[in-house]
């Protein structure tokens, strides 16, 4: 469905010195300065998955997008989608894709959701019969069902949103980028947009890219992580993989009592347990340690510690996706060929 070849992006912007004499220099002889976005970038896609893409930013997720859905053309090497070059997509081809952009509006701001609607629908050239099963059911399930003749400017950020999600689904989009939809969005509209999209995923088959700081929504919706640091993909693999490394470990938080004594925690049997200190707070311990010795551990802390709460939990993803960057962990670990 999706293929980036030895993808390369370089944006080149002008350099000008400061003040008046910069001004005239540059007028004479410009300087330019490259910035690489992307770098010899292999990704493959394939129809049905469910892509989460992150990275920290000016890490290339954007760029990506934007290159694969063919808004701007690559400098080097290839980017496919649909089995044709992305940026000279046909009319019939860019109908059979959609894109959502968390902080740029497909919709009309001064007129109601429902009119925007009836554009794309025009646009699109989507049955009415479609049009009207598909926003009355993708309107309930996002429960936005009465805010549709609402003019856009006056609905919040996660109604807002949610209409978004909408005029992306409208034509049965066989491809779906999004970048960032959740942004600033509250908890319950981003677990409502999560749900909508798995739904949609598993009944209509379709590929979705999705982009994202929150790690939940990664968690929480996709079944493929690739994540990139300066314009490379440093890893490439299943979330079940990675919830594999996540169950094989436990984060234990031990809670003391206010006036105990100060622990010494060369005392304590780290070794022997196979565990490691990664937090220390006033009256705080936070300890990682393998699954299978958290009880036998949990026993030595109460022997040894004054504990007023403990509590016991898997590895965060977010603390994994830590050490992948720190490692910087070969592309494509953790994925079969």
């Known amino acids: 469905m999706l293929e980036a070849r030895a993808l ?5 912007t002008s350099v000008r010195e400061e003040g008046l004499s910069g001004f005239l220099k540059s007028l004479v002889a410009r300087r330019h300065r490259e910035m690489v976005a992307l770098e010899a970038l292999d990704l493959v896609v394939r129809r049905g998955e469910f892509v989460g893409l992150i990275g920290a930013n000016g ?21 496919m989608l649909l089995s044709r070059d992305s940026f000279h997509l046909r009319d019939e081809e860019k109908a059979r894709l959609s894109l959502v952009m968390g902080q740029r509006s497909q919709l009309w701001w001064d007129i109601p959701a429902i009119d925007s609607f009836h554009l794309l629908r025009e646009i699109y050239r989507v049955p009415r019969a479609d049009f009207e099963r598909r926003l009355a059911r993708f309107a309930e399930r996002l429960e936005v069902a009465d805010k549709l003749e609402v003019q856009l400017r006056h609905l919040s950020l996660g109604q807002r949103m949610k209409m978004e999600i909408i005029g992306a689904f409208l034509h049965d989009p066989e491809v779906v980028f999004l970048d960032e939809p959740t942004i ?18 598993q009944q209509r088959g379709a590929t979705i890219i999705l982009t994202s700081h929150d790690i939940e929504d990664i968690e929480a919706t996709c079944k493929r992580l690739v994540i990139l640091e300066k314009g490379r993909v440093i890893h490439d693999g299943d979330i079940v993989a990675l919830a ?3 169950t094989s470990e436990r984060l234990i938080e031990v809670h003391l009592e206010p006036a105990g004594v100060e622990p010494d925690l060369a005392l304590l049997p780290l070794d022997e347990h196979s565990a490691r200190l990664v937090g220390r707070g006033q009256h705080s311990l936070s300890f990682i340690l393998p699954a299978a010795r958290s009880q036998a ?16 939990e898997r590895r965060p993803l977010e603390d994994l996706v830590k050490q992948i960057f720190a490692t910087g962990r070969v592309a494509g670990a953790g994925r079969k060929p």
């Open 59 to 79: 890490a290339g997720k954007t760029t990506l997008v934007k290159l694969l859905a063919g808004i701007v053309p690559a400098t080097s090497g290839e980017a």
């Open 244 to 246: 594999h490394e996540l």
């Open 8 to 12: 390369r992006k370089v944006f080149r």
């Open 297 to 312: 551990f949990v026993r030595m802390l109460f022997e040894r510690l004054q504990v007023r709460d403990l509590a016991v």
């Open 184 to 201: 600033g969005l509250d908890l319950v509209s981003r677990e409502t947009i999560r749900r909508f999209l798995v739904e949609h995923n």
